[in-house]
């Protein structure tokens, strides 16, 4: 919400100097969020100019320039530049005759977008200022031709500061309204706001004007919702004001204070209504009485009905939308925007003004079933002061009557449905013992008088009738939430709490921090990505076409429907961003949940709104439409995994890079992993190994690491080498033991070695390794495979690997020929098993 400074300052004092960021910081005391600040961006000299004479020059682009002579400033005085009198400006448009007054910017101005005016040289004259359009002031986005005062009802002195005239030294100050507080949609909600935080009087914008009671138009509300069986309409004021003048211009204040606000001026009928709004935060609608045929009908819509709203959209009606109707039918989609049909226009003489109070739940419905948020319905939605509707009528007729030159006329009509507000209890020690602060009696109720309840003291607490501006409040909760907030929230004390022995973070909680910490630590960057993906992008990693998968029924991109089975095409997709701006070594990682529904997805069921609370029945249907959200791991790396340094060649990351990750997230929590071969979809054919570990039930897969398919690679614009795995966390976790048992440190020498054997090609290497460990015995503390050459003085159909192997006893200097002894004895093993022989 903006808040224009001049418009605040009606309702509540601010202090001398008061600026934009000295109110916002008020009122974050009472809990509103500062955002930001407004201007025009327009900086003097900006002076009343008028246009003495004019010479048309056609130019050889097709173009017909004005040189103009403006008076800027009265005969025989000193321009506000310190200028001539009289300048002369070169001008491209032509909607302006000779003794118009205009704006003119004199060298020195600056605009917005940091444009400065200069005398400069153009079309052959020296233009000396230029005459601006409103534009170019940002006062509106016409930039048919430049403004002409006159056209605004305006005849002031040449030389006059068109700054102050035209209010561009306004500025507003923008904050934060969350959702509970509706009622600072409106600049009587935050002055009110304002007066609580600095102690300054507020004054009531509602009684600006006079209301008047007015009858015999009709009105018929029938507006019961099909569904939630509720009315929906607490209140409907009907005026009329008869003999308006459509040529009126919109004062140049209001103009100022709407586009300060966030809104841009329309007509002068229009802008009433969107002033009233903002001043008030009731919504109202004006119709061209003329165009409105017979009675107003409140109503929920026809199956099959439509209405085209003002934005030109023609809308297909759904049987809870609520409308306004007359003897045609549906002229509004209440609450939410006005058809076209009634619309006011520049012939309108007659208006019928409507301000009403609608349900929020309706109007919320509306919205997003069409995709439609208007500032009314922005409004409806977090509610409306339902007393509010016959002072934001009575001041729309004032300002139609002061500034379009229109009559009151006794012709309208008043609804009231009937609301029974039930009182609060608070228990008189209720907001001592929630917030740690010592309220007494005295100060709760003035507090809660200050926000506009009404208090009454009894024994044992207080019974207590929130304001009608404040539907949020329902519940003694909700009182002391405000009576913290009024009473400071620098007074309620800082304490950490003891946790209860015996608790903490939970086992999974404890190995995730320990896989994202050891991941971090050794080198990893960790990213986080978007959930949503493509069907294409869904499908990369998918084993199998047909998996169902959850898609969105409104998703904030249509091209990104889906949510992800897998979460490496997010790292992808990081990946080549990183790569579009020169970042090209890299080491990523990523957890979070995937989707896996285990049957197809149908639409959730519907569940009772308001009070009323689901049954166990209903919230077991709700969680089946859930889907499964495991927990996953993935990682990427692309680019070199050592950078070229003097003397040291650079090293490309690849498979082992995968694999290795993985190894450290598995030790993280006390696993060992082995690997297989494997071709998975998305993969590197040749260069990838599917991910195993030993679980109560046996082995388990937790998922595949290697190289990415270079194809899908080269399809993303990255490197054909890039190094990718992915893997459960749940099953790796479901692994892992209760406690890890850290090993002990040797402190006795150790002995090392190196084996290569020579074994069929198509014998994993993982397998070979595990045999050489069984052979070895516990003399041997570590094993690594460090080589695998398939080449020459290495037969056809088999290959070498090399191991090396470090042994070490916990109680004695280990000899050569002990290492050596085991070593033999994995051989001989390992030959046993697979024929495997010494490489000479």
Same mark, same amino acid.
């Given at each position: 919400?903006?808040?224009?400074?001049?418009?605040?300052?009606?309702?509540?004092?601010?202090?001398?100097?008061?600026?934009?960021?000295?109110?916002?910081?008020?009122?974050?005391?009472?809990?509103?969020?500062?955002?930001?600040?407004?201007?025009?961006?327009?900086?003097?000299?900006?002076?009343?100019?008028?246009?003495?004479?004019?010479?048309?020059? /056609?130019?050889?682009?097709?173009?017909?320039?004005?040189?103009?002579?403006?008076?800027?400033?009265?005969?025989?005085?000193?321009?506000?530049?310190?200028?001539?009198?009289?300048?002369?400006?070169?001008?491209?448009?032509?909607?302006?005759?000779?003794?118009?007054?205009?704006?003119?910017?004199?060298?020195?101005?600056?605009?917005?977008?940091?444009?400065?005016?200069?005398?400069?040289?153009?079309?052959?004259?020296?233009?000396?200022?230029?005459?601006?359009?409103?534009?170019?002031?940002?006062?509106?986005?016409?930039?048919?031709?430049?403004?002409?005062?006159?056209?605004?009802?305006?005849?002031?002195?040449?030389?006059?500061?068109?700054?102050?005239?035209?209010?561009?030294?306004?500025?507003?100050?923008?904050?934060?309204?969350?959702?509970?507080?509706?009622?600072?949609?409106?600049?009587?909600?935050?002055?009110?706001?304002?007066?609580?935080?600095?102690?300054?009087?507020?004054?009531?914008?509602?009684?600006?004007?006079?209301?008047?009671?007015?009858?015999?138009?009709?009105?018929?509300?029938?507006?019961?919702?099909?569904?939630?069986?509720?009315?929906?309409?607490?209140?409907?004021?009907?005026?009329?004001?008869?003999?308006?003048?459509?040529?009126?211009?919109?004062?140049?204040?209001?103009?100022?204070?709407?586009?300060?606000?966030?809104?841009?001026?329309?007509?002068?009928?229009?802008?009433?209504?969107?002033?009233?709004?903002?001043?008030?935060?009731?919504?109202?609608?004006?119709?061209?009485?003329?165009?409105?045929?017979?009675?107003?009908?409140?109503?929920?819509?026809?199956?099959?009905?439509?209405?085209?709203?003002?934005?030109?959209?023609?809308?297909?009606?759904?049987?809870?939308?609520?409308?306004?109707?007359?003897?045609?039918?549906?002229?509004?989609?209440?609450?939410?925007?006005?058809?076209?049909?009634?619309?006011?226009?520049?012939?309108?003489?007659?208006?019928?003004?409507?301000?009403?109070?609608?349900?929020?739940?309706?109007?919320?419905?509306?919205?997003?079933?069409?995709?439609?948020?208007?500032?009314?319905?922005?409004?409806?939605?977090?509610?409306?002061?339902?007393?509010?509707?016959?002072?934001?009528?009575?001041?729309?007729?004032?300002?139609?009557?002061?500034?379009?030159?229109?009559?009151?006329?006794?012709?309208?009509?008043?609804?009231?449905?009937?609301?029974?507000?039930?009182?609060?209890?608070?228990?008189?020690?209720?907001?001592?013992?929630?917030?740690?602060?010592?309220?007494?009696?005295?100060?709760?109720?003035?507090?809660?008088?200050?926000?506009?309840?009404?208090?009454?003291?009894?024994?044992?607490?207080?019974?207590?009738?929130?304001?009608?501006?404040?539907?949020?409040?329902?519940?003694?909760?909700?009182?002391?939430?405000?009576?913290?907030?009024?009473?400071?929230?620098?007074?309620?004390?800082?304490?950490?709490?003891?946790?209860?022995?015996?608790?903490?973070?939970?086992?999974?909680?404890?190995?995730?921090?320990?896989?994202?910490?050891?991941?971090?630590?050794?080198?990893?960057?960790?990213?986080?990505?978007?959930?949503?993906?493509?069907?294409?992008?869904?499908?990369?990693?998918?084993?199998?076409?047909?998996?169902?998968?959850?898609?969105?029924?409104?998703?904030?991109?249509?091209?990104?429907?889906?949510?992800?089975?897998?979460?490496?095409?997010?790292?992808?997709?990081?990946?080549?961003?990183?790569?579009?701006?020169?970042?090209?070594?890299?080491?990523?990682?990523?957890?979070?949940?995937?989707?896996?529904?285990?049957?197809?997805?149908?639409?959730? /069921?519907?569940?009772?709104?308001?009070?009323?609370?689901?049954?166990?029945?209903?919230?077991?249907?709700?969680?089946?439409?859930?889907?499964?959200?495991?927990?996953?791991?993935?990682?990427?790396?692309?680019?070199?995994?050592?950078?070229?340094?003097?003397?040291?060649?650079?090293?490309?990351?690849?498979?082992?890079?995968?694999?290795?990750?993985?190894?450290?997230?598995?030790?993280?929590?006390?696993?060992?992993?082995?690997?297989?071969?494997?071709?998975?979809?998305?993969?590197?054919?040749?260069?990838?190994?599917?991910?195993?570990?030993?679980?109560?039930?046996?082995?388990?897969?937790?998922?595949?690491?290697?190289?990415?398919?270079?194809?899908?690679?080269?399809?993303?614009?990255?490197?054909?080498?890039?190094?990718?795995?992915?893997?459960?966390?749940?099953?790796?976790?479901?692994?892992?033991?209760?406690?890890?048992?850290?090993?002990?440190?040797?402190?006795?020498?150790?002995?090392?070695?190196?084996?290569?054997?020579?074994?069929?090609?198509?014998? /994993?290497?993982?397998?070979?390794?595990?045999?050489?460990?069984?052979?070895?015995?516990?003399?041997?503390?570590?094993?690594?495979?460090?080589?695998?050459?398939?080449?020459?003085?290495?037969?056809?159909?088999?290959?070498?690997?090399?191991?090396?192997?470090?042994?070490?006893?916990?109680?004695?200097?280990?000899?050569?020929?002990?290492?050596?002894?085991?070593?033999?004895?994995?051989?001989?093993?390992?030959?046993?098993?697979?024929?495997?022989?010494?490489?000479?």
């Amino acid at each position: 919400m903006r808040i224009p400074l001049s418009w605040l300052a009606e309702y509540v004092d601010l202090p001398a100097g008061a600026t934009p960021e000295s109110v916002m910081a008020e009122l974050v005391k009472v809990g509103l969020e500062e955002e930001g600040v407004h201007g025009f961006d327009v900086t003097g000299p900006l002076v009343v100019g008028q246009v003495l004479s004019f010479e048309a020059e /056609p130019q050889s682009n097709g173009k017909t320039i004005r040189w103009c002579q403006v008076r800027v400033c009265a005969e025989g005085t000193t321009a506000a530049d310190g200028g001539a009198d009289v300048r002369g400006i070169v001008c491209g448009a032509s909607n302006f005759e000779v003794g118009d007054k205009v704006v003119v910017c004199l060298p020195g101005a600056v605009l917005p977008g940091d444009f400065n005016i200069a005398a400069r040289s153009t079309y052959g004259h020296i233009s000396d200022g230029m005459m601006a359009s409103a534009r170019e002031l940002n006062l509106s986005d016409d930039h048919a031709g430049i403004i002409r005062l006159q056209a605004m009802g305006l005849d002031p002195k040449v030389g006059t500061d068109a700054l102050e005239l035209l209010h561009l030294d306004e500025q507003a100050a923008e904050v934060n309204v969350t959702p509970d507080r509706g009622y600072c949609f409106s600049v009587r909600g935050i002055a009110r706001e304002l007066s609580h935080a600095t102690g300054a009087d507020f004054r009531d914008p509602k009684s600006n004007a006079h209301i008047e009671h007015a009858e015999g138009f009709g009105l018929i509300v029938d507006d019961k919702a099909p569904i939630r069986d509720a009315i929906c309409t607490q209140r409907v004021v009907l005026r009329v004001v008869k003999g308006i003048d459509p040529t009126k211009p919109t004062p140049p204040w209001m103009v100022a204070r709407l586009k300060m606000a966030g809104m841009r001026s329309i007509s002068l009928v229009v802008d009433i209504t969107n002033y009233t709004m903002l001043e008030l935060g009731q919504p109202t609608h004006a119709y061209d009485l003329d165009k409105f045929m017979g009675a107003m009908t409140i109503r929920r819509a026809n199956l099959g009905e439509t209405l085209k709203t003002l934005d030109g959209q023609e809308r297909k009606l759904d049987p809870e939308d609520l409308v306004i109707a007359d003897e045609n039918g549906a002229v509004g989609l209440a609450g939410v925007m006005g058809g076209e049909s009634t619309e006011v226009s520049a012939s309108t003489v007659n208006v019928l003004i409507e301000a009403a109070h609608f349900e929020p739940i309706s109007i919320a419905r509306s919205a997003r079933r069409h995709k439609l948020s208007s500032e009314a319905s922005k409004r409806f939605e977090r509610g409306v002061d339902p007393r509010m509707a016959d002072n934001a009528a009575a001041r729309v007729v004032q300002l139609l009557e002061v500034h379009a030159m229109g009559a009151a006329d006794r012709l309208g009509a008043d609804y009231r449905a009937e609301v029974v507000h039930k009182p609060i209890w608070l228990p008189a020690e209720f907001a001592t013992e929630l917030v740690g602060v010592v309220y007494g009696a005295e100060e709760i109720t003035k507090i809660l008088q200050q926000i506009g309840c009404v208090v009454a003291e009894v024994e044992g607490g207080f019974e207590v009738l929130a304001p009608t501006w404040r539907p949020d409040i329902t519940h003694k909760t909700d009182l002391v939430e405000e009576i913290a907030r009024i009473g400071g929230y620098h007074r309620i004390p800082s304490r950490l709490p003891i946790a209860p022995p015996g608790r903490g973070l939970s086992a999974t909680q404890k190995r995730r921090r320990g896989v994202i910490t050891a991941l971090a630590g050794s080198g990893h960057t960790e990213v986080l990505t978007y959930p949503f993906l493509s069907t294409e992008a869904n499908l990369w990693f998918s084993q199998t076409k047909s998996r169902p998968v959850v898609r969105l029924a409104n998703p904030l991109q249509e091209d990104a429907a889906e949510m992800r089975t897998s979460m490496l095409p997010g790292l992808i997709d990081a990946a080549k961003r990183n790569f579009s701006r020169g970042l090209t070594d890299l080491a990523i990682f990523e957890e979070g949940s995937v989707f896996e529904p285990v049957s197809t997805i149908g639409k959730n /069921p519907s569940l009772p709104v308001g009070n009323q609370m689901p049954s166990a029945s209903e919230l077991a249907a709700v969680k089946a439409t859930v889907p499964a959200q495991p927990k996953h791991l993935s990682v990427l790396f692309a680019g070199n995994r050592v950078a070229a340094q003097i003397g040291v060649a650079a090293m490309p990351a690849d498979f082992k890079d995968a694999i290795h990750a993985v190894r450290i997230a598995a030790h993280a929590v006390g696993v060992q992993i082995t690997l297989r071969q494997a071709s998975p979809a998305g993969f590197h054919p040749g260069r990838t190994a599917e991910v195993f570990v030993q679980s109560a039930n046996g082995e388990l897969s937790i998922g595949f690491a290697g190289e990415l398919d270079p194809q899908l690679a080269q399809e993303n614009n990255l490197p054909r080498r890039v190094a990718v795995a992915e893997i459960s966390l749940d099953r790796l976790y479901a692994a892992a033991p209760a406690v890890v048992q850290a090993t002990d440190i040797g402190t006795m020498p150790a002995a090392t070695q190196d084996l290569s054997l020579v074994v069929d090609a198509a014998l /994993p290497a993982g397998e070979l390794l595990a045999v050489i460990k069984t052979g070895a015995g516990e003399l041997l503390e570590h094993i690594v495979l460090v080589d695998d050459y398939r080449g020459e003085n290495v037969e056809q159909g088999k290959k070498s690997l090399t191991f090396a192997l470090r042994f070490r006893a916990s109680d004695r200097t280990l000899t050569q020929v002990e290492a050596s002894e085991a070593r033999d004895s994995a051989v001989v093993l390992a030959n046993s098993k697979f024929g495997a022989t010494l490489r000479a």
